[in-house]
Structure formats: C-alpha cells, structure tokens
C-alpha cells in the first residue's frame, strides 16, 4: 500500500522560506511523477508544482521563481523549496503521487504566512 507523508509546514513571516518534505512508500518511486498541490479555506485545491521521475518539473504561474519542487529518489523524498513567501500563499499544502490512474495523497501540511 502506498503512503505519503509531508513534514515541514509552520509559521512564518512574509517574505521569509519554508521547505515542505515528503516521504513516500514504493520502490517504484523513481520513476513515478510526484506533485505538491494546496487548498486554503473555501477554495478548491489547486495545483502548485509537478516533477517527473527524471526531474523535468513544472510550477503553477502564482509560484513560478519563488518556489522550486526537487527529489531525492535515494531517500523516496521530494521537496518544495518556498521562498519569498506571501501572506496568500497561507494554504494546507499536500504532496501527491501519480502512478497509472491513481492518485496517492498525503494528509497534509498546514503552511501559514502572516504580514
């Protein structure tokens, strides 16, 4: 069964960084696509960034050079640098697996940024 867990969300200061983690389950996780998408309170979940197994990745336009998605497929681990945080990027953010016609998620992580 897979699973995916993020860590790394918090409080932080406008203009400040985070980096989200993820961990996830499968030793079919190199070659897989992984993603980061975010929900904020009575919004629908959006889309924030995607890798491929071989690292070609692709950002959401409100997030384009402030944040950088990466993988460590050593350590089933992928990343979300943020930087440049604002106070609209407050959201629950969740890591995402695409493997075939599922999509595997994670719980959550709760990031916060106040003015």
């Known amino acids: 069964q897979v699973q995916v867990v993020e860590s790394g969300g918090g409080l932080v200061q406008a203009g400040g960084s985070l980096r989200l983690s993820c961990v996830a389950s499968?030793?079919?996780?190199?070659?897989?696509?992984m993603g980061w998408h975010r929900q904020s309170p009575g919004e629908q979940r959006e889309l924030v960034a995607t890798?491929?197994?071989?690292?070609?990745?692709n950002y959401a336009e409100s997030v384009k050079g402030r944040f950088t998605i990466s993988r460590d497929n050593a350590k089933n681990t992928v990343y979300l640098q943020m930087n440049s945080l604002k106070p609209e990027d407050t959201a629950v953010y969740y890591c995402a697996m695409y493997r075939g016609d599922a999509t595997y998620w994670g719980r959550g992580t709760q990031v916060t940024v106040s003015s």
């Open positions: 499968g030793s079919f996780f190199s070659i897989v696509p």
């Open positions: 890798i491929t197994g071989i690292g070609n990745t």
